[in-house]
């Protein structure tokens, strides 16, 4: 009787070596590990990362252009950081430019510019009456800074949120006149908003350049209106203005 032989060929590889209960351990306590320090920095960015202070939010901004002038509206939200609420409590000044500047459209070369305005809003609080005062100038700057400026206007308000609204507003601003505006040709206002530094005193402005918590700032382009308004004339106090047309007004019958 024939007999047969079965046989399985072995593997020749080494057989795996299941880690030891240390080493899965220390395995476990690495990634462990690096959680808490990714987390440890994270926490470290929110506590120590500078604050930084948010752009105007812009409420209106509109041009009107009548047979005098082009004027300027605009209405603005600041939200200063605590850095710069912090300094103008130690009565230090804060100035705010702002800066309107008109071009002609050239297709053949860049675009002309025909005019500019500015306006330079001064900002103190007064600790002695506990007030805040806003004054107007229309200069940018002199070889003394800020306290070179010829004001000629001054307004006080008892919370500094009213007196950034004032800073943060202005109504028809006369920005250019009309002889700067050529008829038929196009226009475009380049405006800006801005916290200027280089009004204040020279200690302040040491490093302040890269400090984003004193980045006050917004700008805008806006296309002038080719055609000018009809100037309506000012109203009397109590008189109101009626709409006229040519239909004859309209009787009720009696009742």
């Not at 079965?6 to 590990?33: H, K, M, Q």
């Not at 409420?59 to 912090?86: G, K, W």
């Not at 700057?141 to 008892?158: I, M, R, T």
């Not at 047309?245 to 009787?251: A, I, Q, R």
Request: net charge positive.
């Amino acid at each position: 009787m024939d007999k047969t032989a079965f046989f399985t060929p072995g593997s020749t590889r080494r057989p795996l070596e299941r880690p030891s209960r240390a080493t899965r351990w220390s395995a476990v306590l690495n990634r462990a590990v690096g959680h808490l320090r990714g987390l440890f920095l994270a926490l470290l960015c929110l506590v120590f990362w500078p604050a930084q202070a948010q752009a105007p939010l812009l409420d209106q901004l509109t041009l009107q252009r009548t047979t005098e002038a082009l004027y300027l509206s605009a209405r603005m939200e600041i939200n200063p950081s605590s850095v710069v609420e912090d300094a103008l409590l130690k009565a230090v000044p804060l100035y705010f430019v702002w800066r309107a500047d008109v071009y002609r459209y050239r297709w053949y070369w860049t675009d002309r510019r025909v005019a500019s305005a500015f306006r330079t809003l001064r900002l103190a609080y007064q600790p002695l009456t506990r007030r805040w005062r806003v004054s107007l100038s229309n200069e940018t700057g002199s070889s003394n800074g800020g306290a070179g400026l010829q004001y000629a206007l001054h307004q006080n308000f008892d919370t500094l949120s009213e007196a950034l609204a004032g800073v943060a507003r202005v109504s028809r601003w006369r920005i250019a006149g009309a002889d700067r505006l050529e008829p038929g040709a196009s226009h475009r206002v380049e405006f800006a908003f801005r916290l200027d530094l280089s009004l204040l005193p020279r200690p302040f402005q040491i490093g302040m350049a890269n400090q984003p918590e004193w980045a006050i700032e917004l700008q805008r382009s806006l296309a002038v209106p080719e055609g000018a308004e009809a100037e309506k004339p000012p109203l009397g106090d109590g008189v109101q203005a009626v709409e006229v047309t040519g239909e004859p007004p309209k009787v009720e019958p009696a009742r």
